[in-house]
């Protein structure tokens, strides 16, 4: 059972550790109401993990390749253009649902 508790807590640590560098990283424009601190520290952590190996394996150098071997291409870019604009709209909306801008 401590073990279990050990662990429990290592997960915990990890994730407010998480949740304060996503909080640095909106820095100074912070959570103003508790319902968007639970929503931070509650989904924050695993969006910010989702999101970093989402982006990451999408902008990946094997799918760069796959698109177009050439070191720079405007394939590259125009399958790039529409997912960053769909992400964008994406947060533009959450964010005018919890009262951000």
Same mark, same amino acid.
Do not use: C, D
């Given at each position: 059972?401590?073990?279990?508790? $050990? &662990?429990?807590? #290592?997960?915990? +640590?990890?994730?407010?550790?998480?949740?304060?560098?996503?909080?640095?990283?909106? *820095?100074?424009?912070? =959570?103003? &109401? &508790?319902?968007?601190? #639970? +929503?931070?520290?509650?989904?924050? =952590? =695993?969006?910010?993990?989702?999101?970093?190996?989402?982006?990451?394996?999408?902008? !990946?150098?094997?799918?760069? $390749?796959?698109?177009? =071997?050439?070191?720079?291409?405007?394939?590259?870019?125009?399958?790039?253009?529409?997912? #960053?604009?769909?992400?964008?709209?994406?947060? *533009?909306?959450?964010?005018?649902?919890?009262?951000? !801008?």
């Amino acid at each position: 059972m401590s073990k279990a508790i $050990h &662990t429990l807590l #290592v997960v915990a +640590l990890i994730w407010l550790v998480v949740a304060a560098l996503i909080v640095l990283q909106f *820095w100074p424009e912070l =959570p103003r &109401t &508790t319902l968007q601190w #639970v +929503l931070l520290v509650a989904f924050g =952590p =695993p969006l910010y993990v989702i999101g970093e190996a989402f982006f990451g394996s999408l902008f !990946s150098q094997a799918r760069g $390749h796959s698109i177009s =071997p050439r070191k720079f291409s405007f394939k590259r870019i125009l399958f790039a253009i529409p997912v #960053v604009l769909v992400f964008f709209a994406i947060s *533009w909306w959450l964010s005018s649902l919890l009262g951000g !801008s």
